[in-house]
């Protein structure tokens, strides 16, 4: 089954269009508040709120089967339900994540299964924060191309699984959550949905600002090894949120230039939640009034690759995007690699 008009036929990649027909979203049952986290590290309510903009955050609970590979596959669930479509409609899935169930199988295939997808390809795609930016760039042009017609792109993390809850962690463990989003991307006989611009980069020799090292060979040179760091997520706090400030306004204003268009053309700008400072920062540079930034950042905190989806399934379950009405949103995110991309669409 496919989105087109009763009658046609699958059109070829110059008349081919796609669009956006679904999403949802899950979070985990358990919340963690500011006041949690005082109880077990060297913080404060007032200390994480003025850095980070943060009050809340999700954590999975793995007791009752909650994880990347679950939540993710709840989200594409609901983004199906309110496409109309089944899970054996989707030709392709493709999971953006960083922390997956385990290193084989894919965490897109254990999605598959617990739809019952049948035989549609799954892959998952790791660039961070940036990896459903990435991941609905990737959909958008094996689309645009002929290869596919319906794809399920979701974003799903559980960073909770790789923080150190403790004082000498408190840096990055008061800044993330867990969660999911997802969208169904479909093939449409109108070439006018779609992307409008795209990219994608990386800087690879920055991968030390963030990293998860599981062996002495994973530190950078010059730092000691500390087994007690194994498995938990390091980060230079201060180089990423230079690298962050930098590049956000640039990779906006590039975009906003490949498209031929103005800050003011675009309906809605919907940013990965890293720090609600840089996005204030983003808003003020732009001019943007403050309803064309989403933030929700304050109750979900830093949910890695499922914060654009996130912010992108609240917007219109809100009926501020209005999927099918041709407005202009534009995606965009940063992150470890160090990685950052955007997706400007006619949604």
């Not at 009752?64 to 989707?90: C, F, H, I, N, W």
């Not at 690298?243 to 490949?258: D, H, R, S």
Request: charged share 20%; hydrophobic share 40%.
């Amino acid at each position: 089954m496919t989105n087109l008009s009763p009658g046609h036929s699958i059109p070829g990649p110059s008349k081919r269009g796609v669009r956006i027909v679904g999403t949802g979203s899950a979070l985990p049952s358990t919340v963690v508040t500011n006041q949690d986290l005082e109880k077990v590290m060297d913080t404060s309510d007032e200390w994480i709120v003025q850095r980070t903009g943060i009050s809340t955050r999700y954590r999975v609970n793995r007791e009752k089967g909650e994880s990347t590979a679950q939540l993710a596959a709840d989200a594409l669930k609901v983004a199906l339900d309110r496409a109309k479509l089944v899970p054996s409609d989707l030709d392709l899935i493709i999971c953006a994540t960083m922390t997956p169930e385990m290193a084989c199988p894919a965490s897109a295939c254990l999605v598959a299964d617990r739809l019952k997808a049948g035989r549609a390809g799954a892959f998952d795609l790791n660039a961070a924060c940036s990896g459903f930016v990435f991941s609905m760039n990737v959909a958008h042009d094996l689309i645009r191309m002929g290869g596919y017609r319906t794809i399920g792109v979701v974003g799903s993390d559980c960073l909770s699984t790789l923080m150190d809850y403790s004082t000498a962690g408190r840096s990055t463990a008061i800044i993330f959550g867990d969660a999911a989003g997802a969208a169904i991307v479909r093939a449409t006989d109108d070439p006018s949905f779609g992307i409008l611009a795209q990219s994608m980069h990386a800087a690879g020799e920055g991968w030390k600002e963030i990293y998860v090292p599981e062996c002495p060979q994973d530190f950078p040179a010059g730092a000691a090894c500390d087994p007690g760091k194994y498995g938990h997520v390091q980060m230079n706090g201060a180089g990423v949120f230079k690298f962050a400030v930098g590049t956000f306004p640039k990779l906006i204003e590039q975009t906003l230039e490949q498209a031929n268009l103005k800050p003011e053309d675009i309906d809605m700008f919907v940013c990965h939640q890293s720090n609600a400072r840089i996005l204030g920062a983003a808003r003020e540079r732009f001019g943007l009034p403050d309803h064309k930034l989403y933030v929700n950042i304050d109750r979900l905190g830093n949910t890695v690759a499922a914060s654009v989806p996130l912010c992108l399934d609240e917007l219109v379950r809100a009926d501020r995007i209005t999927l099918g009405s041709g407005q202009r949103v534009m995606m965009v995110a940063f992150g470890g690699g160090l990685t950052w991309g955007a997706s400007l669409w006619r949604v």
